[in-house]
């Protein structure tokens, strides 16, 4: 289809800077055999790539870390750097590791190095949020056995331990030098600040040599000039292509992944006008979905009912709940604020501040990249915030994101949300190991934060990636902790 003007040249104008940043560099020179992948991604490296960050994350999507277990579909724990695992009491498991490993810089995982790693990641500040809510120990029992005990009951930590900010890696990761740290199919040879990262293939990985030669990386946070390099040739695969973009692709070079993913506005309890519980009801009556799911996503994710989406049909069956009554809005002065990585929660929020002041709110808005905005939002800087949030990223369970996001000391708390009824309602959720009692336990516990009105989801969205054709083996991981595989390859 033709491509308007203003889209042509924005396009052109993207490429044009990326080149000039050296953020599309080809193959190395001194590739003799295959084709290197070329990767683009949306967020650039928050702290130059270390496991103590949500750089964990891009560790993991790019094959580089690797954690104790790994998820399958359906959210069951499979064995990763751990063959076999078992509960030996109620705050006690045995993990046994996978002989054969060996880490990047040439040495042998053992269960020392493993207890080293996880202890790390357990005693960092800030806190993991994957450990919000519980304390653990690791302790190595003989060379190939960790012995984990948590200071509660935790019927869920194999899923926990699968998380990405519990991989396992070399002790230099954890002084500042992730390169030839990991056990993945690819090691980190090089990065380049917030600009792009070298990455080669690991000839020792314990399952066998990855198909690619290696994958050049690049970040950018535009998404314009990311959906160009893929139309251009000059990208292989691409994260998150905007949804207003997509339908300048061919069909068969990107695919829509439902995802546990909400857009979500937060809303200010501890400081400002939201301290109001009525107040928070009138800016949650305010809001339209439809404008936001047509109009900003041109119907490519679906208007939100809870905090957890269809990507999990079990959420389905959620108990009604009551809302409280609103008060007028009155001329209340709000900031509302985002960030620009996402290219349509600007957007977003520009729709949200029409319809706030429609009610009667006057609006300022504020819009960073995430990097310089998290803290703030973190601090409770802002009366609303605008996130886009993974619900299912951290343990493959929506009990540590409701922990992390909700509960009194979560590290992720952006509401500043501590309501006594929530943590009780989360923590009864948490501790629950039948399947589905704890489900029904954490759409109670949902069904108790919503009512709180700090929090309004406002869509789930579908995550477009896109993959130039050629590619094969690609991963579309709706928990988004995967992205190349050790198979995954590409013929040019």
Known sequence: MPVPFRRTAAISSALVTLAAAGCL?????????????????????RAALSPLSDDAFKLSRLGIAEALTTLDTDGTPQPALALTWSRTDDRTWRFTLRDGVRFHDGTTLNAERAAHSITRAATARPKPRILDGIDLTVTPDGPATLVVRTDTPDPLLPQRLSSPQLSILAAKAYTGDPRQAGTGPFVLTHLNGTQGATLDRFTGHWAGPATAPGIDVSFVPDGTARTAALRTGTADIVEAVPAAQATLLPGDTYREVAMPRTNTLYLNTRHGPFTDPAVRAAARAAIHRDD????????????????????????????????????????????????????????????????????????????????????????????????????????????????????????FNIAQLCDPAVDRAVARAGAEADLTTRRARILAAEKTILETDAAVPLLHERVIQGNRPGVVDAVFDPRERLLVGRTTRVTR
């Open 292 to 411: 936001l799911v047509h109009g900003v996503y041109e119907n490519r994710a679906d208007p939100a009912v809870g905090l957890l989406g269809p990507a999990l049909p079990w959420t389905a069956d959620r108990p009604a709940r009551a809302q409280h009554p609103a008060t007028p809005a009155a001329g209340r002065k709000i900031v509302l604020a985002t960030f620009s990585d996402r290219p349509e929660l600007p957007e977003v929020a520009t729709t949200l501040a029409q319809h706030l002041q429609a009610a009667g709110f006057t609006v300022q808005q504020v819009v960073r990249e995430y990097a310089h905005i998290e803290a703030d939002a973190l601090a409770g800087r802002f009366d609303a915030f605008v996130l886009s949030r993974a619900t299912m990223l951290d343990s493959g369970d929506p009990v540590a994101y409701l922990t992390s996001d909700f509960t009194c000391h979560g590290g």
């Open 25 to 45: 560099a080809g193959p190395t020179p001194n590739d003799t055999t295959g084709q290197r992948l070329r990767v683009v991604m949306l967020l650039p490296p």
